[in-house]
Nanobody, 125 residues
Framework: QVQLVESGGGLVQAGGSLRLSCAAS????????MGWFRQAPGKEREFVAA????????YYTNSVKGRFTTSRDNAKNTVYLQMNSLKPEDTALYYC??????????????????WGQGTQVTVSS
């Protein structure tokens, strides 16, 4: 089992950058595939990015490709989401999530058993 805590959210102007971090407890972090999801008020939770256990494979939703980058440091039990060129439509509560095998269902939030509490990202126009 793994416990996740996000940080790094905040208020930023359009075009700005933020770096989210997700710190994990436990000694088996490197065995978990990790995902990033976001949820805006009144909308469904949506997939943003995912990264494999080793960090060698990443996936992104089309709307963030070229702007967001996810990475991980298994020695620090931390996964990151670097967000550049932020847009007002990126405003949401951002969550990190983990599961033991990333697999083909990396974009399906219901397949992740472990979740952080979320961190708010607000992008002003």
């Amino acid at each position: 089992q793994v416990q996740l805590v996000e940080s790094g959210g905040g208020l930023v102007q359009a075009g700005g950058s933020l770096r989210l971090s997700c710190a994990a407890s436990g000694r088996t972090f490197s065995s978990y595939g990790m995902g990033w999801f976001r949820q805006a008020p009144g909308k469904e939770r949506e997939f943003v990015a995912a990264i494999s256990q080793s960090g060698s494979t990443t996936y992104y939703t089309n709307s963030v490709k070229g702007r967001f980058t996810t990475s991980r440091d298994n020695a620090k039990n931390t996964v990151y989401l670097q967000m550049n060129s932020l847009k007002p439509e990126d405003t949401a509560l951002y969550y990190c999530a983990g599961k033991e095998s990333l697999g083909k269902m990396y974009g399906d939030y219901t397949s992740y058993p472990y979740w952080g509490q979320g961190t708010q990202v607000t992008v002003s126009s």
